[in-house]
């Protein structure tokens, strides 16, 4: 009876909390950019934090997320222990401000294929759509993916919300839903810790397209 009570409990409180954790209404029911590139019906979260700076503060720190860029902004100490090679940033590197359709975020590259994501759709200051390398395969070919990993930006009084949406056959298995809350969780505060206390300024200057894919320079000023 006490195991019947906690699943209770978890599929009635906690998961609902967990899945919308920081997001309000009109986010949790937005159709946003990439939601008609994933399989209608996958179960999904969407958690949103509102972050004190401007959106051209926060793209550069979303933009260079990955094992061997600027991490995940996340538990690295628990990413470590189970194999990833995490060091997050705490300043904005040039180097990795260009994501294009079809470059590959890592993980942790020592699981391989499995930990391996894809830029699947990108605009700058706006939203990033990260799948499976299967998952891309499929939206290249016009069919639909099973999940995704996305991020948006949405300007707000002055102010920038930071939404994650997830979404795939994972979703819904408890033990992936609690790690995967914890790890996201921190990752959208380690976002926005980062963007407000930016010294400097950041300004994206678009310099025009390139084979029909617009390119940016991040000028950007380290934190302290």
């Known amino acids: 009876m006490a195991a019947v009570g906690i699943a209770a409990l978890y599929r009635g409180r906690l998961r609902p909390w967990m899945y919308t954790w920081g997001a309000d209404a009109e986010e949790l029911a937005a159709v946003l950019p990439g939601d008609e590139l994933i399989r209608a019906g996958a179960p999904r979260t969407t958690r949103a934090v509102t972050i004190d700076a401007p959106v051209a503060a926060v793209w550069p720190w979303l933009a260079q997320i990955g094992e061997g860029r600027g991490g995940f902004y996340s538990h690295a100490i628990l990413e470590r222990a189970v194999g990833a090679h995490i060091h997050n940033a705490n300043r904005i590197h040039p180097e990795w401000q260009d994501l294009r359709i079809g470059d590959s975020i890592w993980l942790a590259r020592r699981y391989g294929e499995d930990a391996r994501q894809i830029v699947t759709l990108v605009e700058p200051e706006s939203h990033l759509l990260l ?16 999940g995704g990993w996305a991020f948006y930006l949405r300007r707000s009084q002055g102010r920038t919300r930071l ?8 979703v819904g298995t408890a033990w992936f839903d609690i790690a995967h809350f914890v790890m996201e969780r921190r990752m959208l505060c380690g976002i926005r810790d980062r963007a407000e206390q930016m010294r400097g300024y950041v300004s994206v200057h678009h310099i025009g397209p390139t084979s029909g894919e617009r390119q940016t320079r991040a000028e950007v000023g380290a934190i302290s």
């Open 131 to 146: 799948t499976s390398p299967a998952d891309y395969d499929r939206v290249q070919r016009g069919d639909t993916a099973s």
């Open 163 to 170: 939404i994650a949406r997830g979404s795939g056959p994972l």
